[in-house]
């Protein structure tokens, strides 16, 4: 019966070719802008690392003076969204969380070996050890570096696939050493293609863009005064000037993440970062009463309001648009279903009941709401590729259609087709068939 | 014309004419908010900063290395840069506006005020600052050669001996009396500085639509420095229309006087401005396009919905002609039908699209509408119901009254 339906339906739709074009392309039109603004509203929104955003949390300590806030910043609570060197310092010591690592973006001029090339820039990331195993980098070749070499201030780094491939031509390139602001560090590994968006662990410079290309112990770019290409907030007090003043101020520059597999541990922390905030309020480097906060991936995400208003307005108006496609394929199947009002009565006068009626306009409205998908993916496709031509590179990055992005088009299509068709076909069960038949 | 006989036939099709004032108002709704937004975006972007922009551009330079002898280098390549036959002037800086990198700083009127007077962008030029950005200054003077100290790094914390600030934050500092003369503490906070002149304007390096700096995008300080780091621009000003030519002896002549450094890309305002606005006229440009799609599958819809009306009232129409309608009378039936569908739909569409705006206003701090959009909008809709009701209605009118005796649909 359903083969039946599905039959009829085609033969319908192509009795009317003008009218199921239009209701196909309403559909479609629909589809394709609200998916082309939902793909990159769930690239920007997504958890970027499912597996773990619940048990990595971003820490914040309440360093400034609350009263002496500043007449901007995206933080409604007015802590600042990094750390100062002394806090990230006595954080790192402590080791209170299974791991743990402060960091920074920085970078350096890479001097190839070949003296015909220029020097070049490679934007790096100070990180301690943790950093690889907490957000699951993958490795090419070799490895990430001990946390020995974090205590010892090693001179090791590890590539990015790309710089790898830059530099090395792809090969193995462990053991080699590349010479950075005139210092020679040695390779220990090389990562696989590695790119989380949004760049969860540091959202405060760049969001949306590439992660670093190379990275580096903490503790060795600190010796090396590897220069903040990231955010550097100070307030008031900027401590003493040159490289030392600024490791004593309450300048605040450092990203710190813990990873806490359980509940328990991150209540443990919580309350072990309290007693910290309290010990300096005692100390007397802090004023103020002591405030601390832990927020795991996603509830630092929004805190961070990682999607942009642009993004929040285009979703808005493209499923606006939606609606008013469905408005649009709803009248027109209104119209179509009533103009065959007499071949419904005929069916009924044959003994067709209504639940059969039903069904196969429903149906007809399936097949519409199928090919406006299928023309609604099309459209998709085609207007990510214009918000790439469009938009920045940053934001260029979020326009790629996953699998789950395709099967919300095809089952949002349905949808539509299917609550526009509801109304029209229920008037067509209701159909007298006595009277359409007076009629003719 | 007669309305009561459209009002009860319009009854007897009462969802599809609800369909249709439906959309209406919706595309109503959107189109007005969606192209204010696109005014809001356009005019953003076409926002002066201040520079001469057609003939500045940019060279961000990077030294390898944390080499001793920065001062010498960076004063070989600024005379390099000067000597250059068609640059009218050249200096260092620490930013530049519509860069998205730069410094922002409290400036306060006392150094004990919890809160800051204002915040500011902070340009650290040479003498020829003012020169090589082409900003024009409206009152006081330019830094004079032997106010202008050396600050090795951002974090030096060498004492401003003047500053240069804009009219809009001087406004905001000093409202209703003059601020030359007046002293500001800025960066450290630890040194009052002087203010020795006003430019008309100049932008923050932070412009985009989103920015964190709208709140203060025409507050900027110039404080006199020889400024030289790791890393910094040279900000360089040509004759006109010898831009490209002196980005290409420029780059050619530093990497001649020292290899060890990084220049990743000369970097002309135009392209910069090119880049900063590049997120904001995407999302005009693509909300032109929805508006247009908006329209196109609105006006579709009615011609649609209108043509089976009239497919279905064949017969009731011939019987009018029959009867001596003229043509016109038939035409002017279907106009005035939409013109009452699209009159509701409007009337709801400018609620909605009010409502929509305040929403908006709230939840993304954006500007109130102004009630002329909405009127306009509500035009644009009943026209666009007319232009698409034309059609099917002309057809109504070419049906014979002949089908009338007929008999048959």
Not at chain 1, 47 to 75: C, M, T
Not at chain 1, 333 to 350: E, F, H, Q, T, Y
Not at chain 1, 356 to 377: D, K, R, T
Request: with cysteine; proline share 5%; charged share 15%.
């Amino acid at each position: 019966m359903f083969s039946y339906y599905v039959n009829l339906a085609l033969r319908s739709l192509r009795r009317n070719v003008v009218l199921t074009a239009l209701m196909i392309a309403a559909i479609g039109v629909g589809i394709g802008a609200s998916m082309t603004t939902l793909t990159v509203f769930r690239a920007m929104s997504g958890d970027p690392i499912p597996q773990k955003s619940h048990q990595l949390f971003a820490v914040q300590i309440g360093n400034w003076d609350p009263q002496n806030r500043r007449d901007y910043g995206r933080e409604p609570d007015g802590l600042q969204p990094q750390l100062t060197y002394m806090d990230s310092m006595a954080l790192m010591k402590s080791h209170a969380a299974a791991r743990q690592t402060a960091m920074y973006v920085g970078g350096f001029a890479l001097t190839p070996s070949n003296p015909e090339l220029r020097p070049f820039q490679i934007q790096s990331r100070a990180a301690y050890t943790d950093f690889f195993p907490m957000f699951q980098v993958p490795f090419r070749y070799g490895a990430p570096w001990a946390a020995a070499d974090d205590e010892n201030h090693a001179d090791v780094v590890v590539l990015s696939a790309e710089l790898n491939d830059k530099v090395f031509g792809g090969a193995n390139s462990v053991g080699k050493t590349l010479n950075l602001d005139g210092h020679d560090y040695r390779v220990v590994g090389v990562m696989e293609h590695w790119s989380p968006t949004p760049k969860f662990y540091d959202l405060n410079n760049n969001q949306f863009g590439k992660a670093e290309e190379l990275y580096l112990p903490f503790t060795r770019a600190i010796d090396a005064q590897m220069p903040s290409w990231g955010n550097y907030n100070c307030s008031g007090d900027i401590g003493e000037p040159g490289w030392e003043g600024r490791l004593r101020s309450e300048c605040v520059w450092f990203q710190y993440w813990a990873e806490l597999p359980s509940a328990e541990s991150a209540a443990r922390y919580r309350s072990f970062l309290m007693n910290y905030a309290s010990d300096l309020q005692r100390a007397g480097r802090f004023r103020w009463l002591p405030r601390t906060s832990l927020r795991d991936v996603r509830e630092w995400m929004d805190y961070q309001q990682v999607v942009t208003n642009s993004a929040r307005i285009l979703v808005l108006v493209s499923f606006s648009f939606l609606f008013v496609c469905l408005l649009n394929a709803m009248g027109l199947m209104l119209a179509k279903i009533m103009g065959r009002a007499a071949d419904i009565g005929v069916r009924r006068a044959l003994g067709a009941n209504r639940y059969a009626i039903f069904s196969q306009c429903l149906i007809e409205a399936g097949v519409i709401g199928l090919a406006g998908g299928l023309l609604g993916l099309v459209l998709t496709a085609l207007g990510l590729w214009g918000l790439r031509v469009l938009l920045s590179e940053e934001v260029g990055r979020l326009t790629h259609m996953s699998v789950t992005d395709i099967s919300i088009a095809v089952a949002l299509s349905l949808t539509a087709a299917l609550l526009a068709g509801l109304y029209p076909t229920w008037r067509a069960g209701q159909v007298q068939p006595a009277w359409q038949l007076k009629a003719q | 014309m007669e309305i009561r006989p459209i009002l009860s036939a319009m009854r007897r099709n009462k969802v599809g004419a609800v369909l249709i004032a439906l959309q209406m108002a919706v595309t109503l709704a959107i189109l007005c908010n969606g192209l204010f937004i696109v005014e809001q975006r356009l005019s953003l972007s076409s926002r002066p900063s201040g520079l001469d922009e057609a003939n500045v551009f940019i060279l961000t330079n990077q030294w390898v290395g944390n080499p001793p002898d920065l001062k010498a280098r960076t004063q070989a390549d600024l005379a390099a840069l000067r000597s250059l036959p068609g640059v009218v002037a050249a200096t260092v800086t620490n930013s530049y506006p519509m860069s998205g990198g730069g410094s922002s700083e409290a400036v306060k009127l006392n150094p004990d005020q919890k809160e800051a007077s204002a915040t500011t962008a902070l340009y650290l030029v040479d003498e020829q600052g003012l020169q090589a950005m082409g900003v024009k200054l409206i009152a006081g003077r330019n830094f004079n050669a032997d106010e202008i100290p050396d600050k090795a790094g951002f974090d030096d914390q060498v004492p401003p001996t003047a500053a240069i600030i804009t009219r809009v934050l001087a406004g905001k500092l000093f409202p209703g009396q003059s601020a030359l003369g007046k002293t500001i503490y800025v960066q450290f906070q630890k040194h009052t500085v002087p203010i020795v002149g006003i430019v008309d304007r100049l932008q923050v390096p932070w412009v985009e639509g989103d920015s964190w700096a709208a709140d203060f995008n025409d507050n900027s300080t110039i404080e006199p420095f020889h400024y030289f780091g790791g890393y910094y621009h040279y900000m360089i000003r040509t004759q006109p229309g010898q831009l490209a030519s002196v980005i290409q002896a420029a780059e050619k002549q530093l990497y001649k006087l020292n290899r060890a450094r990084v220049i990743e890309k000369s970097v002309p305002m135009l392209e910069a401005r090119k880049i900063a606005y590049k997120d904001d006229r995407g999302l005009a440009i693509i909300l032109v396009v929805v508006c247009a799609a908006l329209l196109a599958v609105t006006a579709f819809g009615i011609v649609g919905l209108t043509s089976y009306w009239v497919a279905q009232r064949r017969r009731q129409i011939g019987i009018r002609r029959a009867l001596g309608a003229t043509r016109n009378a038939i035409i002017q039936y279907f106009q005035t039908e939409n013109f009452m569908i699209a009159i509701s739909g409007a009337a709801v569409g400018v609620a909605l699209a009010v409502s929509l705006n305040l929403w908006m206003v709230s939840s993304f701090a954006m500007a109130r509408l102004q009630t002329g959009y909405a009127f306009v909008g509500a035009a644009v809709v009943l026209l666009l119901g007319q232009a698409a009701v034309l059609w099917p209605a002309i057809k109504a009118a070419s049906i014979p009254p002949a089908l009338a005796t007929r008999g048959g649909a």
